[in-house]
C-alpha cells in the first residue's frame, strides 16, 4: 500500500474515533459503488451523517478542506443516496448529511482536527 494510502487509512482512523467522542455511531467505513467511495457513515440525532475524511501531513498543499470543491461534493451526495437506497433499513426516515473532517499534521494519532458538519 502506498504511503499515501496508509496515511489516510490513519486519518479515517483517527476521524472515525473523533466522532465516536462525540456520540456519532459508525456504521460503515469506505463504502465503495460503482460511482465511488464514502469515508465513513454515521447516525447522530437522527440523522445519517456521511463524512469525507481528508488527512494531510501539513498545509503545503493547501488545507485539507480545500480539496472538497462543488464538484466533489455533489458527487458525495450521489453517493450519500445511494448508500442510503442500498440499505433501506438504516436509512429509513432520516435525514441525510454530508460533513467533512479535516485531520492535519505529521501524526494523524496527535493530528488536529476539524469537522464541518453540514456541507453546502
Known amino acids: ?45 437522527g440523522q ?11 498545509a503545503g498543499f493547501g ?11 455533489a458527487r458525495l451526495q450521489r453517493l450519500a443516496v445511494a448508500w442510503a437506497v442500498s440499505h433501506p433499513d438504516a436509512s429509513r426516515g432520516r435525514a441525510l448529511r454530508v460533513d467533512a473532517v479535516a485531520v492535519l499534521g505529521p501524526d494523524p494519532a496527535s493530528a488536529l482536527i476539524e469537522h464541518i458538519a453540514g456541507l453546502e
Do not use: S
Open 63 to 73: 488545507h485539507p478542506f480545500d480539496a472538497i470543491t462543488r464538484r466533489k461534493l
Open 48 to 58: 445519517l451523517v456521511f463524512v469525507e475524511v481528508k488527512t494531510r501531513r501539513g
Open 1 to 45: 500500500m502506498a504511503e499515501k494510502d496508509v496515511l489516510g487509512r490513519a486519518g479515517e482512523a483517527r476521524a472515525a474515533a473523533y466522532l465516536r467522542e462525540r456520540g456519532y455511531r459508525i456504521l460503515d467505513q469506505n463504502w465503495r459503488c460503482r460511482d465511488g467511495e464514502i469515508d465513513l457513515v454515521a447516525t447522530r440525532d
